[in-house]
Nanobody, 126 residues
Framework: QVLLVESGGGLVQAGGSLRLSCAASGLSFSSYYMGWFRQSPGKEREFVAAIARTPVNTYYADFVEGRFTVSRDNPENTAWLQMNNLKPEDTAVYSC???????????????????WGQGTQVTVSS
């Protein structure tokens, strides 16, 4: 059984930082791209960031604007999303996902991922 478990969400003031973790089990972690997505009430889920199977290639949504960093440790079966200079509009449930697609279109789309975590709430106050 594949499990992806996020942690590290919480309440932070604007300008603050959070580091989200995604612990994976039940899959060959190093074989999968890892993605981060977010969803806020009334909005569709949107791509945030992704990292290739080896931590060489990373991908970010335009709205990240250099504030977030995605990373992974394959022996630890863990991925992270470091979020700095958070803004109120970053408030959402953040989920990690694992997929084995290789095209950019699928790396940045939720249909490109096979396994999903339950999500962790990030709330940024103004």
């Amino acid at each position: 059984q594949v499990l992806l478990v996020e942690s590290g969400g919480g309440l932070v003031q604007a300008g603050g930082s959070l580091r989200l973790s995604c612990a994976a089990s039940g899959l060959s972690f190093s074989s999968y791209y890892m993605g981060w997505f977010r969803q806020s009430p009334g909005k569709e889920r949107e791509f945030v960031a992704a990292i290739a199977r080896t931590p060489v290639n990373t991908y970010y949504a335009d709205f990240v604007e250099g504030r977030f960093t995605v990373s992974r440790d394959n022996p630890e079966n863990t991925a992270w999303l470091q979020m700095n200079n958070l803004k109120p509009e970053d408030t959402a449930v953040y989920s990690c996902a694992a997929g084995d697609r290789r095209t950019l279109a699928l790396i940045t789309a939720d249909r490109g991922y096979d396994y999903w975590g339950q999500g962790t709430q990030v709330t940024v106050s103004s």
